[in-house]
């Protein structure tokens, strides 16, 4: 099994994505941490857009009643929109489908979308997102992708990846790592039990409590909390209902 790791989504070259690659996104604060668990509370599927015009035209051809529309632009809230905070989302998804729209983690799954598979990964699901690329590895090169924030380097989607290559090597085996990929691997081991004092130094952390969004950063630092994996299929984002619920 191959594992490379791109540092930032501008990285990825959409030209080079087939059968052959298996691509896992990371955008830990906040958009792969917020569509995992609105899954969990109980999304019927999230509509990844490009940005907030597609998300508008998208919303257009559902009924209102059947949708939550949310998103963000450089961490602002967009008019009209729900802010794409997980828990403050808890009570609007249930049964519906979620049409998002964010700066980065959107976007990184949109340009990954020509690859055999996209899955969402987070601190809060990345052992059960683990375990269904080893279950469904058939010899591809896995690709992960750290979206990271107007082509700046994030340190809390690296430090989600290697949480992630920390579990998939202990159920794959043999691995065989780029550089980059060992470095996030290496990184998250020597800080693995601050998740929460990591994510809170970072510069999007930071920003979230200055916004007395506290509570949700605690929340998306927790790790192993949902047994979500959620995958791209077609335009839409799913996973397996039957393991999909929260239990807070």
């Known amino acids: 099994m191959k594992i490379h790791l791109l540092f930032k989504k501008e990285e ?52 209102a009643e059947e949708i939550c529309v949310a998103g963000e632009w ?21 049964n519906k489908t979620l049409i998002l729209s964010t700066t980065n983690g959107t976007v990184a799954i949109r340009k990954a979308a020509a690859a055999r598979k996209v899955w969402i990964a987070s601190l809060l699901n990345g052992p059960a997102v683990a375990r269904k690329v080893h279950a469904e590895y ?13 082509n700046q380097f994030c340190l ?10 920390s579990e998939l090597t202990q159920q794959a085996g043999k691995v065989q790592l780029t550089d980059s990929a060992l470095s996030a691997k ?22 979230l409590l200055e916004f007395d969004l506290g509570e949700d950063l605690y929340f998306v630092s927790q790790k192993n909390q949902l047994e ?16 999909s619920v929260y239990n807070a």
């Open 138 to 150: 058939e010899d591809e090169t896995i690709l992960l992708v750290c979206a990271g924030s107007a």
């Open 74 to 94: 450089n961490g602002l809230p967009i008019e009209d929109f729900s802010y794409p905070l997980p828990l403050s989302l808890k009570q609007e998804v249930a």
């Open 186 to 207: 290496l990184f998250y081991e020597s800080q693995a039990d601050r998740s929460e004092i990591l994510l809170a130094g970072t510069r999007v952390g930071g920003s």
């Open 228 to 243: 979500t994996a959620p995958y791209l299929s077609g335009n839409q984002i799913i996973c397996d209902r039957s393991v």
């Open 156 to 165: 809390e989607d690296f430090y989600g990846a290697g949480y992630f290559l």
């Open 12 to 63: 990825l070259d959409e030209t080079k994505l087939d059968y052959s690659k298996t691509v896992v996104i990371f955008d830990i604060l906040l958009a792969t941490s917020t569509i995992s668990t609105c899954l969990s509370f109980g999304a019927r599927a999230v509509i990844p857009t490009a940005d907030e015009d597609e998300a508008r035209e998208t919303a257009k051809s559902w009924p």
